[in-house]
């Protein structure tokens, strides 16, 4: 089963809420202040810059306000939470050298066999820090970089030093605030210009412990004329409190190069996650995110690309699906700071059981941009009457010649299309089922095989007792 | 004349006692005003009570309550709309004139008045029917501490018109309604409630305007339509304010009962700053709401709409198109939210809004939102934002139409569609004549 297994997603209802026994090398106390940010810094020895970096982050961190927008964010209790666990000592490169209660977890997920079949690298984030890295070894011979972000600032400070923070500032907002105080792993990859990584990288993200905060740090840069696909997934314990997801995504999509970023996020549904993730593309470069958004309890996280030079593209296919008890606010921003940069958005969610599922977008045209074209399309199907979609798209047009359109429908799955399937002697769940896949087609298609169906299958599981 | 100039506090809580003084209203109003006033006097400025809706409006230093009341009449030279509408007396069932904040002159016809329909401004109906007034002046449908501006027009509406249409009353041919304020650097709260009985049906068209530049003038109003069982309504609002106007948390808002039908269509095409929320509210099964709106920003307009479609019942309909252009450094704004409450199955709702930009250094932005509770339903949005297409433009001139003509003829086909949807075409050739000097 395992094996099949690369997003950590079975048939069975979240079976990746197990949980280990807390196990660590270190676990700092609880709560947030100056002193835990200097112990995450002393313990994996940054240099000054990195340690005045986080610090000044955390002083924007306290003083901001909380969002008063989107999902209710007033349950988080800031000091009640780890910021820094470390679950062991050093980094595997073999899955052998991984501590063995770590390998088991992995194992079960799947992220080994994953490996050896169809990946150019696998990273894996256990709790603070990355447990494992490696990248196959004809990649590196091409001068391509795969690593955890801690490990980058060790070996190759002066890139890192270079881009960290260009693209989300920690003034940004106040989860870019925090992450950038207390960062720890996430990945790190540089594609030297010209070369084209044609299998995925990919990372994988678990959160063990109770009450246990995330907070990585990922960077991506693609030199002119290369191209990288990179795969995240994530899954985390079913705990009765909280738990807290804060990634900082930054990535530099230089002259011609295209990045592809997937990420199939299904945490436990007791996740607060909060992302900050967005892209520079510069001259004719092509930034695409696909995002695929199943569990947390509340997400908060809008895809951004920043088309700073003519010629830029950018698409951003979501996908989101809201049961019992969850609040997913994902949503994409796309800026036209160039003349002739082009975007297409398209979300797709699914409301069911309760759930809160949508869309919030800007769509921003810079003056100068001429000849800037932007569409969106956002699709909502409501399963149930308890459940709930919202669409909040905003496009400000500051230039005359551009071409921006916005369509949005919501809307139950008809009588009628059960109805012409059942007719065909196909079984009203099974009709369901298909007219589901259907309207997320679009998103799934984008998606390499195994994940595709994998996620089918996420969705199958989701959707079961969904006729009545 | 003006009784003063915007800058110090001009309106206070004496202003406010001897407007009920002067007005010689009862208790109660004297009442409600006292209680508006002190809502206005607790409450921040609306950008930090609904920080979302107002953060792309930049009222810069304005002061809500440094402008005075109209105080005697000013400049008494009419726009050309005024009469140009409902010109011939026998094209109207009735009018009534606002200059400078008063009624100056009303007239209903024996048809209209012999089934019971009762047309004055408020002021006038507070003495002659108390009752309605009462229960209806902003209690149900608009209310006093919504933001600060409402809280301000609840202390100081002054002018505006009140009809009420009897159960089963029909008045076929329109109603009109004009505001005329000819005084600079004041401002003004004209209040409009308009109770359209159990299968009654009535058109009213408001027709607002002021004098040209000059000293910033200020205008907030409000417009209550309550709309009873299987009413039909029919309510336009063409504004051409003088540039020094500034049109600021005016509020246009429906009831619909059960099977009610409204179509509305609002006219911006004057004022400095003009931001106006429009709502409809579905609080009836089968209840039905077309929503139409033309805005043509030129110069240095602002120009904001906010609209909502609130769908509180099952089988309610809402059709709602905004249509809007921008030329020179002007600025629009489009909002809209289509609400479906827990419950309201079977409901359809629509809306749409285009944009044309016409110069470079125009703005527009267009938040189209949903908020959607319920599943058995249909709901769609669209928004587009465009330019004039140079190849339409090459197409007319290549048939020998001037650069010029060929721009109008493209503007005027992007309104058509709103237009076309105008049952009278004395209102239609108007629009159309305005779109075209607006484009010179």
């Known amino acids: ?468 | 004349m003006a009784s003063g100039s915007p800058g110090a506090a001009c309106v206070t809580r004496e202003t406010v006692q001897a407007l009920s003084t002067r007005m010689r209203e009862p208790d109660w109003v004297r009442a409600r005003r006292a209680a508006a006033w002190d809502a206005f006097e607790q409450l921040p400025m609306p950008l930090v009570t609904h920080p979302e809706k107002w953060r792309r409006t930049e009222l810069g230093d304005l002061d809500p309550g440094a402008f005075c009341l109209p105080n005697g009449t000013g400049d008494t030279a009419q726009p050309r709309f005024i009469g140009t509408i409902a010109r011939e007396a026998g094209e109207r069932a009735g009018l009534v004139t606002h200059l400078d904040g008063s009624l100056a002159a009303r007239e209903l016809t024996a048809a209209a008045a012999r089934q019971g329909v009762l047309l004055s401004d408020i002021a006038t109906a507070v003495r002659e029917h108390p009752d309605l007034v009462r229960d209806h002046l902003m209690t149900t449908v608009a209310m006093p501490d919504e933001h600060r501006f409402r809280a301000l027009h609840a202390a100081l509406w002054t002018g505006g018109t009140f009809l009420y249409v009897p159960k089963g009353a029909e008045v076929v041919l329109p109603i009109v309604s004009q505001t005329w304020l000819g005084v600079q650097g004041c401002a003004l709260f004209p209040h409009t409630l308009l109770i359209a009985e159990e299968g009654s049906s009535v058109t009213l068209v408001e027709l607002f305007a002021s004098t040209g530049d000059g000293g910033r003038t200020l205008s907030s109003g409000a417009v209550e339509l309550i709309l009873r069982a299987g009413a039909r309504v029919q309510y336009a609002a063409v504004q051409e304010w003088g540039l020094s106007m500034w049109e600021v948390g005016s509020l246009i808002r429906a009831h619909l009962a059960r099977d009610a039908s409204l179509r509305s269509l609002v006219v911006a095409l004057g004022g400095g700053l003009v931001k106006v929320d429009v709502e409809s509210q579905l609080r009836g099964p089968g209840a039905s709401s077309e929503m139409l709106g033309v805005y043509f920003g030129t110069g240095g307009q602002q120009v904001n709409f906010h609209t909502l479609q609130e769908h509180r019942a099952p089988s309610t309909s809402s059709d709602l198109l905004y249509r809007g252009a921008v030329k020179d450094t002007a600025r629009a704004v489009f909002s809209g939210l289509i609400r479906v409450d827990p419950g309201a199955q079977k409901t359809n709702a629509f809306q749409a809004n285009r944009n044309l930009i016409l110069s470079r250094g125009a703005r527009s932005d267009s938040i189209p939102m949903l908020e959607i509770m319920a599943d058995d339903l249909r709901c769609t949005h669209g928004s587009a934002t465009s330019h004039l297409d140079d190849e339409q433009v090459f197409y007319l001139m290549s048939r020998g139409i001037s650069r010029k003509r060929a721009a109008f003829m493209i503007v005027e086909g992007f309104f058509a569609d709103i237009f076309d949807r105008i049952p009278r075409e004395r209102v239609r050739s108007y629009l159309r004549a305005r779109v075209a000097e607006k484009l010179i």
Not at chain 1, 211 to 235: L, W
Not at chain 1, 245 to 267: D, F, L, M, P
Not at chain 1, 389 to 409: L, R
Not at chain 1, 445 to 453: D, N
Request: charged share 25%; glycine share 8%.
């Open chain 1, 1 to 468: 089963m395992a094996a099949n297994n690369p997003l950590g997603i079975d048939l069975d209802h979240y079976e990746w809420g197990f949980r280990d026994p807390e196990k660590y090398v270190f676990k700092a106390r609880k709560g947030l202040d100056r002193e835990i940010v200097e112990m995450i810094s002393s313990m994996k020895g940054e240099p000054e810059w990195m340690r005045a970096f986080r610090l000044h982050s955390l002083e924007h961190f306290l003083r901001r306000p909380l969002p008063t927008w989107g999902a209710d964010l007033t349950q988080i209790d800031f000091n009640d939470i780890y910021y820094y666990l470390k679950p062991t000592d050093g980094k595997g490169h073999t899955w052998e050298d991984v501590p063995e209660g770590i390998k088991r977890t992995f194992d079960r997920l799947g992220i080994p066999e994953a490996e050896k079949k169809y990946l150019a690298g696998v990273g894996a984030q256990y709790e603070s820090e990355s447990v494992y890295h490696n990248l196959k070894e004809e990649w590196e011979k091409l001068g391509v970089i795969f690593l955890d972000t801690d490990s980058a600032l060790r070996e190759h400070p002066d890139i890192v030093r270079e881009y960290l923070g260009t693209v989300v500032p920690p003034e940004d907002n106040k989860m870019a605030a925090l992450n950038s105080a207390v960062w720890s792993g996430g990945s790190f990859i540089y594609v030297p210009a010209g070369v084209s990584v044609d299998i995925p990288l990919q990372a994988y993200f678990r959160i063990n412990a109770e009450r246990a905060g995330q907070f990585e740090r990922t960077m991506i840069i693609c030199e002119p004329g290369s191209y990288v696909h990179y795969i995240e997934g994530c899954t985390a314990p079913v705990y009765t409190t909280d738990l807290l997801h804060s990634a900082v995504v930054e990535i530099i999509v230089k002259e011609g190069a295209r990045c592809r970023y997937t990420t199939i996020q299904n945490w436990s549904t007791n996740t607060y996650n909060l992302v900050t993730k967005r892209a520079v593309a510069y001259r004719d470069a092509t930034m695409e995110w696909v995002d695929g958004n199943i569990g947390s309890k509340i997400t908060m996280k809008y895809p951004s690309v920043y088309m700073v030079e003519p010629g830029a593209k950018a698409e951003v296919l979501s996908l989101v699906f809201a049961g019992k008890g969850q609040s997913q606010d994902p949503g994409a921003k796309v800026i036209h700071a160039a003349p002739h940069t082009q975007s297409t958005v398209v979300s797709k969610s699914i409301a069911k059981d309760g759930g809160r599922a949508g869309y919030r977008g800007l769509v921003k045209v810079y003056p100068g941009a001429v000849g800037s074209k932007c569409a969106v399309r956002c699709d909502a199907l409501i399963l149930d009457d308890r459940s709930r979609s919202d669409t909040y798209p905003s496009m400000e047009v500051d230039e005359m010649d551009a071409s921006i359109t916005h369509e949005a429908t919501v809307s139950k799955v008809s009588d009628e299309q059960l109805f012409y399937l059942m007719s065909r002697g196909i079984r009203a769940d099974e009709a369901m089922n298909m007219i589901v896949r259907g309207f997320i087609e679009p998103v799934v298609k984008e998606l390499p095989l195994e994940y595709a169906v994998e996620l089918n299958r996420l969705i199958a599981m989701e959707m079961e007792g969904s006729v009545g």
